[in-house]
């Protein structure tokens, strides 16, 4: 298992695109992936879970990934992350 905190610099923040994009990303793994924010959690494969966490644009968010390709599905969300889910350019 792996866990890295990770800020959502995009403008929007965790909205419908971007958690869109989230859960896609994360469904090319096997790994279970589960983002946190404060006391709250929700896996990434439930874009109502992950919007239910209201996590604006400077939020800090942990990451978590467990699984056989955690390594690689982390790095996916790190660079997505990165990219400000391409929203802004």
Do not use: W
Request: charged share 25%.
């Amino acid at each position: 298992m792996i866990r890295r905190e990770l800020t959502l610099t995009n403008k929007r923040g965790l909205h419908a695109r971007a958690a869109t994009k989230l859960v896609q990303c994360c469904a090319t793994f096997e790994s279970t992936v589960t983002v946190y924010r404060d006391d709250h959690s929700a896996r990434a494969n439930n874009i109502m879970a992950l919007l239910m966490l209201a996590a604006p644009c400077g939020t800090p968010l942990v990451v978590e990934v467990d699984g056989s390709d955690e390594t690689l599905a982390l790095a996916a969300i790190e660079a997505m992350f990165d990219a400000r889910f391409d929203e802004e350019t």
